[in-house]
């Protein structure tokens, strides 16, 4: 099966930088993404990585390690609107790609 | 619309009947996938469809659970006598295909309470 980890809830303080990790154990890996969720709203995606690095994209970036298992979504210049879950997803790979797994997600809690 | 529709967007109804949930997809996007996402819950795999043929049907909980696409295009999730543990926000979502890189585009859910 497949098991993805995520910390339940973090808090962060408006300007700073924030790092939510993501562990995941699957077979047949095939990318990671990363969404956010505001409270009542549908989840948007962020961020899509398959190959070992960092991607940046504006204030935010995502780190993946295939070896590791691992993953992180960091959020820098912390606002009050970034205030939402995150959700970390994978797709595997069983005889052809498969739907998004995800994990239960991460809440954010930005403060002044 | 340019999104992902959904409706209703609310639905309460009593436990023992049935309901039908509506999902219209982003134009041309060729793959669809039903979630639904309990309070404090991550979102839970329901089913995904493939032009109209659905490969994966391992996530249906029950088979009260159903789904069907027509024209490659809507998609109505059904659940039969419902019960109160089906409570909760059905998802649904899109993307070109089901490739490597093709993220999800989700709508904004049908919150489902069973009474």
């Known amino acids: 099966g497949q098991n993805i980890d995520q910390p339940t809830e973090m808090t962060a303080t408006e300007g700073a930088i924030v790092q939510i990790n993501c562990t995941y154990q699957t077979s047949g890996f095939n990318g990671l993404f990363w969404y956010q969720q505001h409270a009542g709203e549908a989840p948007t995606f962020l961020s899509y990585?398959?190959?070992?690095g960092l991607e940046e994209k504006g204030r935010f970036s995502s780190f993946l390690s295939r070896s590791k298992g691992y993953s992180y979504l960091l959020l820098k210049e912390l606002q009050m609107k970034d205030s939402a879950s995150y959700l970390c997803a994978v797709r595997v790979y069983h005889s052809g790609n498969t739907p998004l797994v995800f994990g239960k997600g991460t809440r954010l809690s930005v403060i002044a | 619309g340019a999104g992902v529709s959904q409706s209703p967007s609310n639905k309460v109804t009593e436990k023992g009947k049935d309901v039908e949930l509506r999902c219209d997809p982003i134009s041309g996007h060729t793959a669809l996938y039903w979630y639904r996402q309990s309070l404090g819950q991550g979102l839970e795999f329901l089913i995904y469809?493939?032009?109209?043929?659905?490969?994966?049907k391992s996530g249906l909980p029950s088979d009260r659970f159903s789904a069907e696409r027509t024209g490659g295009s809507v998609s109505t999730l059904t659940i039969q006598r419902t019960q109160q543990e089906d409570s909760a926000v059905y998802l649904c979502?899109?993307?070109?295909?089901?490739?490597?890189?093709?993220?999800?585009?989700f709508g904004n859910g049908t919150r489902l309470t069973v009474t």
């Open positions: 990585n398959v190959l070992d």
């Open positions: 469809f493939q032009g109209n043929s659905a490969p994966d």
């Open positions: 979502a899109s993307s070109l295909e089901v490739t490597n890189n093709s993220p999800l585009h």
